[in-house]
């Protein structure tokens, strides 16, 4: 993982909640909240989120934990973004390949800032940041885009008006060097600002697409049960999967 990281998640975000809104993020929220405390078992009293960008899924799942719920990001840009919609949350810099804050949560979660992990090295890093923010009986999430055995290539396109100004993109993924784990989304990005000429530019993200395997022999090494459940939402095709692992008390 690089330093700075794509340009979307800094010398952009204050563009990204017209890229992905908020409101876009109720049903994938709610199953990621629902994974969790059902793996708990109960609803959890705290909640950690490891690479929480702009806030989105937060903005949903952080009225049913039963206790603090603590966002961290390493672009200080996407954490500020965040506070805009999740003021009264706790949220602390740093990269998930390192963090370590001294304290631990009944849930560790880790959305799509897992598809930038790619290689097993950041992998196992990656398991044990989460292991020294687990509570004993706790859990953890993460929810890569693809694995090895899920990623598909494709193009998307999406975006939003927003008050005196407008965004589209168009996203592109296409394969990495051969031998590696890791593929390219490539964003080509369109900006309006009333009174202004329109503006296009261009972001390359580098991300990991690691076998299945990988991820839950570093989980599993790190301490945890970890298995793969499917994930639901009825904008997305099935066969994806998620990490679930539990710390034994």
Same mark, same amino acid.
């Given at each position: ?10 010398? +952009? ?11 876009? $993020? ?7 909240? @629902? ?5 708990? #078992? ?7 989120? =490891?690479?929480? &960008?702009?806030?989105?899924?937060? !903005? @949903? ?8 719920? /603590? ?7 996407? =954490? ?20 370590? =804050? #001294? ?6 979660? /880790?959305?799509?800032?897992? !598809?930038? %992990?790619? !290689?097993?090295?950041? %992998?196992?890093?990656?398991?044990? *940041? ?11 999430? %993460? ?6 055995? *899920? =990623? ?23 394969? &990495? ?5 890791? $593929?390219?989304?490539?964003?080509? $990005? ?9 503006? %296009? ?12 395997? /990988? ?16 994930? /639901? ?5 099935? &066969?994806?999967?998620? +990490? ?6």
């Amino acid at each position: 993982m690089t330093s700075a990281g794509p340009r979307m998640y800094h010398e +952009f975000a204050d563009w990204f909640h017209l890229l992905t809104a908020p409101e876009e $993020y109720a049903e994938e929220a709610a199953f990621y909240f @629902h994974a969790a405390a059902g793996a708990l #078992g109960r609803t959890p009293r705290s909640w950690l989120e =490891l690479g929480s &960008g702009g806030g989105n899924n937060a !903005s @949903h799942y952080a009225q049913w934990v039963e206790g603090d719920v /603590v966002l961290s990001d390493r672009s200080e840009q996407m =954490l500020a973004l965040s506070k805009r919609i999740n003021p009264e949350l706790e949220h602390v810099g740093g990269d998930m390949l390192e963090l370590r =804050l #001294g304290r631990t949560f009944e849930v560790v979660f /880790v959305h799509d800032a897992a !598809s930038y %992990v790619v !290689s097993e090295d950041e %992998v196992q890093r990656l398991a044990a *940041t989460l292991r020294a923010h687990c509570d004993p009986g706790g859990v953890v999430v %993460v929810c890569p885009d693809a694995t090895a055995e *899920t =990623l598909t290539f494709e193009t998307d396109h999406g975006g939003h008006d927003g008050e005196g100004r407008a965004m589209r993109y168009l996203e592109w993924t296409t394969p &990495g060097p051969p031998g590696s784990h890791t $593929y390219f989304a490539d964003y080509a $990005y369109l900006y309006h600002i009333d009174g202004q000429p329109p503006r %296009v530019e261009f972001d390359r993200h580098v991300n990991g697409a690691l076998p299945q395997a /990988v991820w839950l022999r570093a989980l599993r090494e790190a301490g945890f049960e970890a298995w793969t459940a499917p994930f /639901v939402h009825s904008e997305v095709p099935d &066969g994806g999967v998620i +990490f679930v692992g539990r710390l034994p008390t």
